[in-house]
């Protein structure tokens, strides 16, 4: 099956369809501990990196989600990986969300190139009117870079995802409307 994740880039990101044929150069990254201690999803070893790619993919198949995989130009490596998710045609409305990358390139500006990238194609390309993150409340580093794209707090869901460990965070709900970003 073609995928319908379009590929986007910039000068320093390159974002291109995550696949199966492509998930391997994310395994030692992945492998990073704690990369995704504020997620409930499990991406720690090869096995559990692919099953997360499966699920990516079904949920792409079934027009849910478009899930990418980050190279950064400037190291010539692969990064990570993000996705468009919980995508409502009908309402306009999609997540950007299942976002990880590296440490290597946390704080590097390739996240918010990313991001950047990924609003322009929502806002511009797909015509939606709103673009929503859900961020663990601890995760201020990730709080703080959505409110810098213009990302207004709109909510708390309390106690509202297990992670992985057994703890039951709370989730801030955050929206970008397409005028707020225009």
Same mark, same amino acid.
Request: hydrophobic share 40%; aromatic share 10%; proline share 0%.
């Given at each position: 099956m073609k995928s319908f994740t379009p590929i986007l880039e910039n000068d320093l990101v390159k974002l291109t369809p995550l696949s199966l044929s492509n998930y391997h150069y994310l395994i030692p990254i992945a492998g990073q501990e704690k990369l995704i201690e504020y997620s409930p999803s499990n991406i720690g070893t090869a096995e559990a990196l692919k099953k997360y790619v499966e699920q990516a993919l079904e949920k792409e198949r079934n027009s849910a989600a478009m899930p990418f995989i980050i190279y950064d130009k400037r190291s010539e490596k692969? &990064?990570? $990986?993000?996705?468009?998710?919980?995508?409502? @045609?009908?309402? #306009? =409305?999609?997540?950007? %969300? $299942?976002?990880?990358? %590296?440490? *290597?390139? @946390? %704080?590097?500006?390739?996240? %918010?190139?990313?991001?950047?990238?990924?609003?322009?194609? &929502?806002?511009?390309?797909?015509?939606? *009117? #709103? =673009?929503?993150?859900?961020?663990?409340?601890?995760?201020?580093? $990730?709080? #703080? &870079? =959505?409110? #810098?794209?213009?990302a207004k707090l709109e909510g708390i869901l309390r106690k509202n995802v297990y992670l992985l460990d057994g703890y039951k965070r709370n989730t801030c709900c955050y929206g970008l409307l397409k005028e707020e970003w225009s």
């Open positions: 692969f &990064a990570g $990986s993000t996705r468009f998710m919980n995508i409502d @045609q009908k309402n #306009k =409305v999609l997540e950007i %969300g $299942s976002t990880w990358i %590296g440490r *290597e390139f @946390q %704080g590097t500006g390739l996240n %918010g190139q990313a991001k950047l990238l990924m609003l322009d194609y &929502a806002f511009n390309e797909m015509n939606f *009117e #709103k =673009v929503e993150f859900r961020i663990d409340e601890r995760n201020i580093r $990730s709080r #703080k &870079a =959505v409110e #810098k794209l213009g």
